[in-house]
């Protein structure tokens, strides 16, 4: 599973706006948690215009962190990134374009967008 940037930060700060539903997915150890670059971009972006102050630590270090969690980062690669920036989906927010590109396998993804 993929975690949306939110979700990611929630899980990490303790913080109770976590549904108990995925809290107990990412308890549960049967699941590969993956956090892409695009969330470490979109929690570095928020950071600098000030709108994570909480996020401190998590923004100046996401990779000890995303290890810390037992997650596994997941890189963007040069098509996902061409596929967010092509699709013709409503979503405007860059980030959830690249997170929801990054979600698809490739192979199905490149033809259908």
């Known amino acids: 599973m993929i975690l949306d940037t939110h979700i990611f930060l929630w899980w990490l700060l303790?913080?109770?706006k976590l549904p108990q539903k995925i809290?107990?997915?990412?308890e549960d150890y049967n699941y590969e948690v993956f956090?892409?670059?695009?969330s470490v971009w979109e929690i570095a972006t928020k950071f600098r215009l000030?709108?994570?102050p909480e996020a401190t630590s998590i923004a100046k270090s996401p990779a000890l962190w995303i290890d810390r969690a037992?997650?596994?980062p997941l890189a963007i690669?040069?098509?996902q990134a061409q596929l967010a920036g092509a699709?013709?989906?409503a979503h405007r927010d860059p980030f959830?374009?690249?997170l929801a590109s990054s979600s698809l396998p490739e192979k199905n993804a490149l033809g259908n967008h």
């Open 70 to 72: 037992g997650f596994t």
């Open 23 to 26: 809290r107990r997915q990412l």
């Open 50 to 52: 000030g709108k994570l």
């Open 14 to 16: 303790d913080d109770p």
């Open 35 to 38: 956090v892409s670059a695009a």
């Open 77 to 79: 690669t040069p098509e």
């Open 96 to 98: 959830d374009r690249m």
């Open 87 to 89: 699709w013709k989906m």
